[in-house]
């Protein structure tokens, strides 16, 4: 029986990591996305999650990725709870509440989902990090994204321009460093 069934967003394949799954987000996830996004420390280096963040926004997030056709949405399952979200909509995206950063589970969650898109995909995946956001740039660099320019955004949470530094990550460069790794 799939628990995840009801209330099902989108429909994504589960993944499975050592110490994560990550699932189709629900309906019921919208209390823990509420608490994790109302920490500045999560929402201050996401360019798209107003500040502060309540229930009704994590519930308007849920209601956009059910009609969102063209991204995959995962939560970030540890232990039946949810403690973040990894997306490619197209790029690649991803926040982890703070209680669980330095423990190396985001690392965890975008490599399966790396591995999830080149399955099926041969386009670049695109993904990016603030200035500042020095355990961003290290996950997106372990997983072998290279710099490919900068922006300047104003993101919805403040009204202060930040550098955004884009990131890309070739099939050909992941296949090489899947093969070396194996």
């Known amino acids: 029986m799939d628990l995840y069934?009801?209330?099902?967003?989108?429909?994504?394949?589960?993944?499975?990591?050592?110490?994560?799954?990550?699932?189709?987000?629900?309906?019921?996830?919208?209390?823990?996305i509420a608490e994790a996004l109302g920490n500045w420390e999560v929402t201050r280096w996401l360019s798209q999650a107003p500040f502060p963040y309540a229930r009704d926004d994590a519930k308007a997030?849920?209601?956009?990725?059910?009609?969102?056709?063209?991204?995959?949405?995962?939560?970030?399952?540890?232990?039946?709870?949810?403690?973040?979200?990894?997306?490619?909509k197209p790029d690649l995206g991803y926040w982890l509440d703070q209680a669980q950063h330095g423990q190396g589970l985001m690392r965890e969650?975008?490599?399966?989902?790396?591995?999830?898109?080149?399955?099926?995909?041969?386009?670049?995946?695109?993904?990016?990090?603030?200035?500042?956001?020095?355990?961003?740039?290290?996950?997106?660099?372990?997983l072998g994204f290279t710099d490919t320019h900068t922006e300047t955004i104003t993101p919805v949470s403040s009204d202060a321009a930040v550098t955004l530094y884009r990131m890309a990550l070739t099939h050909k460069r992941w296949h090489i460093l899947r093969s070396a790794a194996q």
Request: one cysteine or more; charged letters at 15%.
């Open 61 to 88: 997030f849920i209601d956009m990725v059910r009609n969102d056709a063209d991204a995959a949405h995962w939560a970030i399952d540890l232990g039946f709870r949810l403690i973040g979200v990894i997306s490619v």
């Open 5 to 32: 069934a009801e209330n099902r967003a989108v429909t994504v394949p589960p993944l499975q990591t050592a110490r994560l799954t990550l699932r189709p987000l629900v309906v019921d996830d919208c209390t823990a």
């Open 109 to 142: 969650a975008a490599h399966a989902v790396v591995d999830w898109y080149f399955t099926d995909h041969t386009a670049p995946l695109i993904s990016g990090h603030f200035a500042g956001n020095a355990a961003s740039r290290a996950i997106l660099t372990g």
